[in-house]
């Protein structure tokens, strides 16, 4: 019998899954080129689903339901809130570019993204490796299908392809490890691991041995070196409204696992976990800032880009345990989740500006695409510059902040290494800031090669606006979105 607290737990699960459906059998009826009735259906689903984790994370309560598999928490919540906004937003800024590419023939891209969300949900809610797997197939299938959804360009198909093949072996990598920590700790229970990790009595070796196959496979879905080799063909081969979908949303439900597994899961292992993720940020710093330098394709870039701002990421997840104390522990993990949080957003419009300026026919994906943008269309290169002075880490953008987080948190460890680690990133951030002011360089410099005005519909016009001042307005006032993400991260702690 299942009690009405573990349905509590996933109503917005339950909602995504028959409105996922729903939509998909309603479109079957819909005649419209542009798939106006489904579109609308999928963002009030969103929309609602949003507001819904909103409301369960405003009220701060824990629940566990379905025999302890699913929790949902504050932290989880927001995360599954701000997943839902992206993929709206990215649905937003998709469509006129899917409908010039023919992409809505049949409304797939709707139903899909409902069903990646619900990935997501399932990720960011799993507090059972089964179930955490279970989201992540979920996310990683209907990814695949995305990518190949123009299924008469090469480029795509191939993508697809990378995509697919590199996506199961990181699963098996991800599988290969919760079966070893399975079989070693006897439960598939997160809370259950803790305790026999804890406990002292299990191999050291064994431990280890499993830990490194799921740190590989947490590597992968994050897309940190070495295992960032699916990067930057899938960013370029994808449709960029795809690539949108790939590169926003899923990176919050790749931070939800990655704390459910090594610090709900791991955390007596900390100090193992942590010299690996410091080996994966390391290189994602240098490899990816030195490889984006030499990109001129402008989504490639941003996959580079992307790779960077993991190991980041990762920087303050490795600075959350020092000498065995876990004092620091709710300022590192906060301070990662406030900047994957940014780092969504501003790819949002970042992506969203790329996605505008691509016309029938016509990819605006090269760097030399954006000549003279400011003399085209002021507000779209304001925006688009907003956005790249955030990724630069330029102050009082909120990428700035998000920077200064996680470098705050390695220097408050008070280690000299974690000091130095600081310094050597904000050496990569400078060169970093190079590729980023290029850009900007080109659209407010170069002449344009084209006279033409850049044209959006009233929806994106509005939304695009909306998120780069955001990204501005969240760089001036960081502090509330800061302290929510550190409430989150103490209350998950807590429990």
């Known amino acids: ?104 023939r049949g409304g797939e891209i709707f139903s899909l993204s409902i069903f990646s969300l619900l990935g997501m949900f399932v990720m960011i809610s799993g507090n059972n490796f089964l179930v955490i797997y279970l989201g992540l197939e979920l996310l990683t299938l209907a990814s695949y299908a995305l990518v190949a959804l ?74 940190v070196v070495p295992f960032h080799m699916w990067i930057p063909d899938v960013y370029q081969g994808a449709p960029t409204a795809v690539t949108l979908l790939i590169g926003g949303a899923p990176k919050l439900a790749a931070f939800a696992i990655m704390i459910r597994l090594l610090v709900e899961g791991m955390l007596p292992l900390a100090l193992d976990w942590q010299q690996m993720l410091l080996v994966l940020s390391v290189g994602s710093l240098i490899i990816g800032n030195l490889a984006a330098i030499a990109q001129t394709n402008l989504k490639r870039m941003l996959a580079y880009s992307t790779i960077s701002h993991m190991g980041f990421v990762l920087l303050g997840m490795m600075s959350g345990v020092v000498n065995g104390n876990i004092n620091s522990a709710a300022n590192a993990y906060s301070s990662s989740m406030f900047y994957v949080v940014s780092y969504v957003l501003t790819t949002l419009a970042s992506f969203g500006v790329i996605l505008l300026l691509a016309r029938e026919g016509f990819e605006s994906e090269e760097i030399s695409d954006f000549a003279g943008l400011n003399q085209r269309s002021p507000l779209y290169a304001a925006v688009m510059a907003i956005c ?19 470098l705050q948190a390695l220097i408050a460890s008070g280690q000299v290494f974690q000091i130095g ?33 850049v044209s959006a519909p009233l929806d994106v016009r509005v939304v695009l606006s909306i998120n780069g001042a955001l990204v501005l307005i969240l760089g001036l006032v960081p502090g509330g979105l800061m302290a929510l993400c550190a409430n989150a991260v103490v209350q998950m702690l807590g429990t």
């Open 150 to 223: 123009r299924r008469d360009n090469g480029t795509a198909t191939e993508a697809a392809m990378k995509y697919f093949v590199l996506g199961a072996l990181a699963s098996g990598f991800l599988l290969y490890g919760m079966s070893m920590m399975y079989g070693a700790t006897g439960s598939l229970d997160i809370n259950a691991v803790f305790k026999a990790i804890n406990s002292g009595q299990i191999r050291h070796q064994v431990l280890i041995f499993g830990l490194v196959f799921i740190v590989a496979g947490l590597a992968f879905k994050l897309g």
């Open 388 to 406: 790249l002075f955030s990724l630069a880490g330029i102050p009082p953008m909120v990428g700035f902040y998000a920077k200064l987080s996680v």
């Open 1 to 104: 019998m299942i009690d009405k607290l573990s349905w509590l737990s996933a109503y917005p699960e339950i909602i995504l899954l028959i409105m996922g459906c729903m939509i998909a059998l309603a479109d079957l009826g819909v005649k419209s080129a542009r798939r106006t009735a489904t579109y609308v259906m999928t963002l009030l689903t969103l929309a609602v689903v949003a507001l819904l984790q909103a409301t369960y994370a405003s009220s701060g309560v824990t629940l566990y339901g379905f025999g302890n598999m699913v929790v949902s928490d504050q932290m989880g919540n927001w995360l599954k809130c701000f997943a839902a906004v992206a993929v709206m937003v990215t649905l937003v800024y998709g469509r006129p570019y899917a409908a010039d590419r023919d992409m809505l």
């Open 421 to 453: 680690l600081a310094v050597f990133a904000v050496g990569m951030s400078l060169i970093g800031a190079f590729y980023y002011l290029r850009v900007v360089k080109v659209m407010y410099f170069d002449q344009p090669i084209t006279a033409s005005t």
